[in-house]
């Protein structure tokens, strides 16, 4: 264990104002320590900040409240009173052309959609794909053709998932699929839809309902600044961090610029940083070696936008929280309906539909004028069949930068690079969260990586957050034993995303 440091007369600088940095500010006023802390948006929550336009308000994503860490659940419950909190159903499916499909998929369900011909078809192709399985199944597509078919394959997993990654399903290694898939074949899907009772365990089931802030997720940071503020923290917004000194195995100094160029020098004694890990190391004062710089900016990330449209709540014809869209003649890959999320997130006899879609930072659809991205969405809302383009009466773009980090084959390397930099040359300053660790953390495991940091800061403890094991609490998974059970030396990354070669990754950015 190392020692506790003194609880007044700490100087601690917070970077970032999402859900790890504000964590990390509240947990140290437990232990009599106000914070600085810094964030280069205008507004608070990071990628769990809730976007308001003309009084309509939106993820940037969805975020469900479910955790199976008890400490993160309390203090959502100390943050913010019960009646602050909805209990909301979870239900997303898939939405393929002009029908709802069961997500997870249900062997009667998806059968009776596709209709007697297709379905007849989606099982001969499965017959097919047993009696002569792809020969390479090291990859996901050949996984998962082998497991339902190429009909099924092509409906079901092949769009959404390219869309997402913006590569080739076949360029993705199929021990993501497995995580994601949990061995579900059509031949169980269809053993467990005519007899039901049979083998459930071995299904992976999910969560039927979760909690929600009523005014969003953003509502709970908003909140949670306010009481650190009243503690005596302080926050400073669009103000972005350029350099971090250091010195004799130590930071000394945080360098900040505001919106009008003026800059700040903060004395630290300990740095808690959600910022992009690997822009944390090229503010580094001095620079750390070459080896390690290049090591950060190797790191990729895919980016995001959502178009949120605003219509007539009278036209929605389904609850869903979202629905996944696999048309493969329509960019967006997602849609959110606020309404389903919370009631206070959208007007009277109104509705907001937020179109996602994932992106490269600086590409064309990034750089495109919003009226561009506005037009589009409605016109694929109305060629999905869920709207018509004219019934649509206003719309808004929030783009968010490295919503998503990529596991390419070089990404585990790299972190482990920076860590043991890090550890030795500046060993308070300490990274936490999604962006921060460069984890595919959901929130809550963000926030709890923050809250053993401020233990370890405060207490003196060893806590070793890169070694929370987030997939054996996989947020909706009800999880057994056996699935319980992950490679030696493996990191927990809080959700399962595909390790992709950085050839084929840097070739489909070109």
Request: proline fraction near 6%; charge should be negative.
């Amino acid at each position: 264990m190392s020692e506790p440091v003194p609880t007044s007369d700490t100087d601690v600088v917070v970077i970032g104002a999402g859900p790890a940095g504000l964590t990390a500010a509240y947990q140290l006023h437990k232990h009599g320590v106000s914070s600085t802390i810094l964030e280069a948006d205008s507004q608070v929550g990071g990628i769990s900040r809730t976007a308001q336009r003309d009084g309509w308000r939106f993820d940037i994503g969805g975020h469900r409240f479910f955790t199976k860490v008890q400490q993160v659940d309390d203090l959502w419950h100390e943050i913010l009173p019960d009646e602050d909190f909805l209990m909301r159903p979870r239900k997303s499916r898939i939405f393929y052309e002009g029908k709802y499909y069961d997500y997870p998929l249900k062997a009667s369900n998806a059968l009776r959609n596709l209709g007697p011909f297709e379905a007849v078809a989606c099982v001969a192709s499965y017959g097919a794909a047993k009696v002569r399985p792809p020969k390479d199944q090291s990859n996901y597509e050949g996984w998962l053709v082998a497991r339902f078919g190429w009909r099924l394959y092509r409906t079901f997993f092949k769009t959404y998932t390219e869309k997402l990654w913006g590569v080739p399903v076949a360029e993705m290694p199929s021990d993501w699929a497995a995580q994601r898939v949990k061995g579900l074949t059509l031949g169980n899907a269809i053993v467990n839809a005519l007899m039901p009772k049979r083998n459930q365990k071995e299904i992976t089931s999910l969560i039927e309902e979760f909690q929600y802030p009523k005014y969003g997720p953003g509502m709970m940071w908003e909140v949670c600044l306010d009481k650190v503020e009243k503690q005596g923290s302080t926050i400073a917004l669009e103000t972005s961090v350029t350099g971090v000194r250091h010195g004799d195995g130590r930071a000394t100094e945080v360098v900040a610029v505001d919106a009008d160029g003026t800059e700040t020098v903060h004395p630290v004694d300990h740095v808690i940083s959600s910022m992009p890990i690997s822009d944390l190391l090229a503010a580094m004062d001095p620079p750390a070696p070459d080896e390690v710089r290049a090591a950060a900016a190797d790191l990729r990330y895919r980016d995001y936008l959502i178009v949120a449209l605003v219509l007539p709540d009278r036209l929605v014809d389904f609850d869903d929280n979202w629905l996944y869209i696999h048309d493969p003649n329509v960019r967006t890959m997602r849609i959110q309906n606020f309404g389903s999320w919370s009631p206070y997130m959208v007007k009277p006899g109104y509705n907001t539909l937020g179109l996602e879609y994932t992106v490269w930072e600086g590409d064309d659809e990034w750089n495109a004028e919003d009226d561009f991205l506005i037009k589009r969405a409605k016109q694929e809302l109305e060629q999905l069949g869920l709207a018509k383009a004219g019934e649509v009466e206003d719309g808004f773009v929030v783009r968010q930068a490295k919503a998503y980090p990529i596991y390419d084959d070089r990404y585990r390397a790299n972190v482990d690079v920076i860590r043991g930099w890090l550890a030795e040359h500046v060993p308070n300053v300490h990274p936490v969260g999604r962006n921060g660790m460069f984890r595919y953390n959901n929130q809550d495991h963000s926030m709890f990586t923050a809250m053993l940091t401020v233990e370890n800061i405060t207490e003196g403890t060893d806590h070793d957050v890169w070694e929370v094991n987030v997939e054996e609490e996989y947020h909706e998974e009800q999880v057994t034993p056996s699935q319980k059970e992950r490679p030696p030396g493996a990191h927990g990354t809080g959700r399962d995303a595909p390790v992709i070669s950085r050839d084929v990754l840097d070739k489909r950015r070109d």
